[in-house]
């Protein structure tokens, strides 16, 4: 999702500048009176143009394009992708050697690639490079590293004046390699204080919280590492116990089972038993869940030898192990990429790329002059909505090319649908309501995508409702009603939508979200075949259009759930166990925890239905267990009642 406000991005950089208003406006040739304007857009009361916007980065001494699209200038964008890759390698490189060898070769082969003009990209290598070291344990030039990467973005960075300030690009991550090479020479207490005062300055960002906590995990990891050595084992189980609700909630699944485990050593230290035995099977079959054998085994001897907690009587031969540490992309050697400096040329590549013609990527989102002029470079005429939707049509996570901008406005009204969605997903009708009636009187929703999205939203908040009577006045049932809402937002963006076209359609976000409705309607009002079919079409359309893994991961896990699940409603379990196995695939990729225990629960009907009981025994226990972390009660309820009922097992 977008990240930033203006106003609150100039204002961020001119204080890491330690320039006052007054500085601008003396430096400024502008004979007008900047400073008025300044404080008003800084204070949120004026929303900047682009020009505006320009001009003011242009007086910070930093470039435009470092913001709107940092990485962007004269590389191919493949480039994007790889770093991406590299990032997840070096997530795993601590604890695991392949994952090391993987991002050093890799990091090798993105450092040629990388524009090094710019400073972004400077500070993206020597983070990487100071990450490398210490995972490496070559702790001897990374504290200098770390300090260089610093200054490039922060000149007048000094670690012992930093006070929390606001953090971003990759100054956290290196001054978490900064507190590693700390923790690693036992400068525990200097560790300690900067980890906190990091989490501080992340916490500060004018960003969504959701791009905020994505960024915690990590840190608050080898936070809670260091209060366990230092015997603060209550402030440490508190971290763990937030951390697993973060790492469920933003994606970031391969924490779950470290904080798990770090939790039974707490509880373990203050006694308490009960929680103790509770974690660390947790940890154990959450490792289960991403089948991590190996760490399962680990676990396992842990749980008896230091916790007297015997779960010896899993059997881990039927866990499906997935390796999430395949090749990585090759840069095209002979690229057709046009070297651009903005996003309309970008988004004009990947289309080009995709053999599309710009009908397909505009139709029913813009008009055909205003693609034109996006793609020709003149992107601040389209709202941040608009280059969302465009990129999903494309088959990209925006996120991974571009940070986009918002108005105060436009920051609220997408903050306001996410909580629509927030409170729908846990059945807070009321709340949903009240702010249905907020979203509705809003601009972005009378026409076009706004209108789209608010419609949709409705219709899902009457479908949870059962589709009150006042909605019913114009002759539909409730089912009738709720499905001739979803096609009537479906059309707005795709007006001559034909079931029978659904995998040749590039989809955003929300025509998915409506397609997929539609197809779960069909699989539960008397027409499975059809809502099969439409299951496959849309699962061909996903896999083939969406391209980066954070795409895939959207939406691709949720699609092969329900697809799998319907599948064995017509008794062909042993398809359904396929399609659930590659849906899984996707899910322990993308860090989605929160599906994998509907997975198990899932696959442990498939497998009992097959014959297969003891690995059917195996999937029904990761789903309890990885429900009572995600909070899931009907998967937890089922899984208890399931083993109860097939094996006699009572899980507590």
Request: aromatic letters at 10%; proline letters at 3%; hydrophobic letters at 35%.
């Amino acid at each position: 999702m977008p990240n930033y406000i203006s106003g609150e991005l100039i204002k961020q950089v001119r204080n890491r500048k330690g320039w006052q208003q007054l500085y601008l406006q003396n430096i400024s040739l502008d004979e007008t009176n900047l400073l008025v304007t300044l404080s008003r857009i800084e204070n949120l009361q004026q929303q900047p143009t682009y020009e505006t916007v320009s001009n003011f980065m242009d007086l910070l001494e930093m470039p435009l394009n470092q913001y709107f699209c940092p990485f962007l200038e004269n590389q191919p964008p493949e480039v994007y992708q790889l770093r991406n890759q590299l990032l997840l390698y070096l997530e795993s490189a601590d604890e695991d050697e392949n994952a090391l060898r993987l991002a050093i070769e890799l990091f090798e082969y993105l450092t040629n690639a990388l524009d090094a003009a710019s400073i972004l990209n400077r500070q993206f290598i020597i983070s990487c490079q100071a990450r490398i070291n210490e995972a490496s344990q070559l702790t001897e030039n990374t504290e200098t590293l770390c300090n260089e990467g610093m200054q490039l973005t922060y000149p007048e960075f000094n670690e012992h004046n930093f006070n929390g300030e606001i953090l971003d690009f990759e100054e956290p991550e290196l001054l978490h390699t900064l507190a590693l090479v700390y923790k690693r020479t036992n400068r525990i207490e200097e560790a300690t204080s900067l980890l906190n005062r990091i989490i501080a300055g992340i916490t500060r960002l004018p960003q969504s919280e959701t791009v905020k906590e994505k960024r915690l995990p990590r840190i608050q990891n080898t936070l809670v590492n260091l209060l366990m050595e230092q015997g603060e084992y209550e402030k440490a189980l508190e971290i763990c116990k937030t951390s697993i609700d973060v790492c469920i909630k933003r994606n970031k699944a391969r924490y779950v089972p470290m904080f798990a485990y770090s939790a039974a050593v707490c509880a373990s230290h203050l006694n308490i038993k009960e929680e103790c035995a509770d974690f660390v099977k947790h940890s154990y079959f959450s490792y289960g869940l991403f089948g991590m054998a190996e760490q399962m085994e680990k676990v396992k001897k842990d749980a008896y030898a230091l916790f007297n907690v015997d779960i010896s009587t899993h059997n881990i031969k039927y866990i499906t192990q997935y390796n999430p540490f395949g090749p990585y992309l090759q840069l095209p050697k002979d690229s057709n990429f046009q070297p651009c400096d903005n996003v309309g040329g970008l988004i004009k590549h990947f289309r080009l790329q995709a053999k599309a013609r710009p009908k397909d990527i505009y139709n029913g989102i813009c008009s055909k002059a205003l693609y034109s002029m996006i793609e020709s470079g003149y992107v601040q005429q389209a709202n941040t909505s608009i280059l969302t939707a465009l990129f999903q049509r494309l088959g990209r996570d925006i996120d991974l090319y571009y940070n986009a901008f918002q108005s105060k406005t436009e920051f609220e009204e997408s903050q306001l649908a996410y909580e629509i969605k927030e409170y729908l997903s846990v059945r807070k009708h009321e709340e949903a309501e009240e702010l249905l009636n907020k979203l509705a009187i809003c601009k972005s929703s009378e026409k076009g995508l706004g209108l789209q999205q608010y419609k949709f939203l409705e219709a899902i908040y009457l479908n949870l409702k059962e589709a009150g009577t006042k909605y019913l006045q114009s002759g539909y049932n409730a089912s009738e009603l709720l499905m001739q809402r979803r096609l009537e937002a479906l059309k707005i963006t795709i007006p001559d939508y034909n079931e029978e076209m659904i995998h040749t359609y590039r989809l955003t976000d929300m025509e998915f979200n409506i397609i997929h409705s539609l197809a779960l309607y069909k699989c539960t009002s008397g027409e499975l075949p059809q809502g099969l079919e439409m299951f496959k079409k849309l699962r061909e359309c996903m896999t083939t259009h969406k391209v980066d893994i954070n795409s895939q991961g959207n939406y691709i896990p949720i699609l092969m759930s329900n697809y799998s699940f319907y599948t064995s409603e017509a008794g062909q379990y042993e398809e359904a166990l396929g399609i659930a196995l590659e849906g899984e695939a996707v899910c322990i990729k993308s860090g989605l925890y929160y599906l994998l225990p509907l997975y198990a629960i899932n696959k442990s009907i498939y497998t009992f239905k097959l014959g297969r009981k003891e690995e059917s025994r195996l999937c029904l226990t990761m789903a309890y267990y990885g429900s009572c972390l995600t909070g899931h009660k009907a998967i937890n309820e089922l899984a208890i009642k399931n083993a109860n009922e097939n094996y006699g097992i009572e899980f507590r």
